[in-house]
């Protein structure tokens, strides 16, 4: 009939739980729910349950979801929120996507590499005029991407304008791609912040009447499921957002059990996928 | 110093909690993430906190979310998935997005009216030889599409072919689409199951060299963010995924709560989203 061992009792008597919180900044941007694939996928396997905390980098939010977290005795937390909040030293604690130098515990994809994928492979193209969007300063791995890029770019002495973007908000790339044409006269090459924002560049060149990849050439960021599916398919940097979701939970629970962690902060490979919106 | 009042033991003696938990077939499609969102957001502003469960169809995988719920307390379930489970008399458990007669309570959209709504478009824009995409049989949102795009089209005399599709799984949208135009010699029009699938046989038409929209005009179903971001941009009913999250967690919490719930079947509008796909 039913009658499983309860979990509350349980967990009142031993100051813990089997559920660990997940932070994320917008789970409607579709690099997460890949990431909140992975930590689910991990739980599971492993007997732990997934509370999902949707934080949009609102620190408001953040700070309730921390109290519920500590009212439920929560076991762990992961984070792929904007990462302002300290260690928490309660509960263990795991960034997901940010690697923050004063945190302990960390995976993410390796960003500067990333941008350096990127650069090269526009180079590599016969890139000549080329802009780089610089995706928002307080996201630590938009920095990273942009510095990995402008190396591979300022070693080659190429042409490069950097171009500022406040947000990675979906809602808001339309109107981003329109003022990226509006402020450049004259470019054959675009590295954009992230496929989302590639794709809207995209739509926007091909209705100014350019081709591509002969006239204007794009390269993305984070491989989502469009990415492929659209026409031309999208040339981009693959990040492991399944992954650094399942690891980061692995992490996770191996800090709960106490089990001996040698690498804190870990950093996945991004992977260049060619298609066709590259020469 | 962060003392709150300890959940743990408060459940334990109410038999019951402020979790809820949420039940997707797959997290990865994007559909979910926006209803995902909606659930989440009204539990937050009514401090509930959410459990995520994603059970891929899988009737074990769901099976073991029911039994961890058991165990937690949980004061409710919100489910999007297959809805093979009989309602759990324990708890409070409200459908989303598929509306089952035997089911009490349920939020969903009006997938019959989306159906002729597309049906109509399509007639409206000229169509005369039309594919007709039917969803897998066991999802009743898909046939209820079907059924609504096919009466309308034969209220009309339209001339038309219905192409099965065993699945929405993303990772099999290219491989469909290449069937449909291997199947079908000749058509002007396709009617499909969902934005992925409308991105698919919208790239393989462009591949093919043929004219979106003057050759093959398409309409999907859905309006996921890339719908807008594409060139052209696709035409296509929009489901208030968002919303059908945020109002099935408002069921859920009233009937938590004891609350009067007047329409215990709720059916939401689709609406049509003219963009460039269609003539």
């Known amino acids: 009939?039913?009658?499983?061992?309860?979990?509350?009792?349980?967990?009142?008597?031993?100051?813990?739980?089997?559920?660990?919180?997940?932070?994320?900044?917008?789970?409607?941007?579709?690099?997460?729910?890949?990431?909140?694939?992975?930590?689910?996928?991990?739980?599971?396997?492993?007997?732990?349950?997934?509370?999902?905390?949707?934080?949009?980098?609102?620190?408001?939010?953040?700070?309730?979801?921390?109290?519920?977290?500590?009212?439920?005795?929560?076991?762990?937390?992961?984070?792929?929120?904007?990462?302002?909040?300290?260690?928490?030293?309660?509960?263990?604690?795991?960034?997901?996507?940010?690697?923050?130098?004063?945190?302990?515990?960390s995976i993410s994809t390796d960003d500067r590499l990333g941008g350096k994928l990127a650069g090269q492979a526009v180079l590599e193209s016969r890139g000549k005029n080329i802009i780089v969007m610089a995706g928002p300063r307080h996201v630590s791995g938009a920095n990273d991407r942009l510095s990995g890029a402008l190396s591979v770019l300022n070693a080659a002495g190429a042409s490069y304008r950097v171009f500022e973007t406040e947000t990675f908000q979906v809602d808001k790339a339309e109107e981003t791609a329109q003022k990226l044409f509006n402020t450049f006269k004259s470019f054959d090459s675009v590295i954009a912040s992230n496929d989302v924002f590639a794709l809207a560049v995209m739509k926007e060149a091909i209705k100014r009447k350019h081709r591509i990849p002969e006239d204007i050439q794009i390269i993305g960021y984070d491989d989502m499921l469009f990415s492929r599916l659209m026409y031309p398919g999208l040339t981009t940097i693959a990040q492991p957002a399944y992954e650094v979701g399942f690891k980061g939970a692995k992490m996770l629970v191996d800090l709960i059990e106490k089990k001996v962690i040698i690498d804190k902060i870990v950093k996945l490979q991004p992977e260049l996928i060619r298609r066709d919106s590259l020469r």
């Open 1 to 105: 009939m039913g009658y499983y061992p309860n979990e509350v009792a349980r967990s009142l008597y031993q100051k813990s739980s089997k559920m660990i919180g997940l932070l994320l900044p917008d789970i409607s941007n579709p690099y997460f729910p890949l990431l909140a694939k992975g930590v689910e996928d991990y739980a599971q396997q492993n007997g732990y349950i997934v509370i999902l905390g949707n934080v949009e980098d609102n620190a408001d939010k953040e700070d309730m979801y921390v109290k519920f977290f500590s009212q439920y005795n929560i076991s762990g937390v992961l984070s792929a929120a904007s990462g302002k909040r300290k260690n928490n030293d309660r509960v263990p604690y795991v960034l997901l996507d940010r690697a923050l130098e004063e945190e302990n515990y």
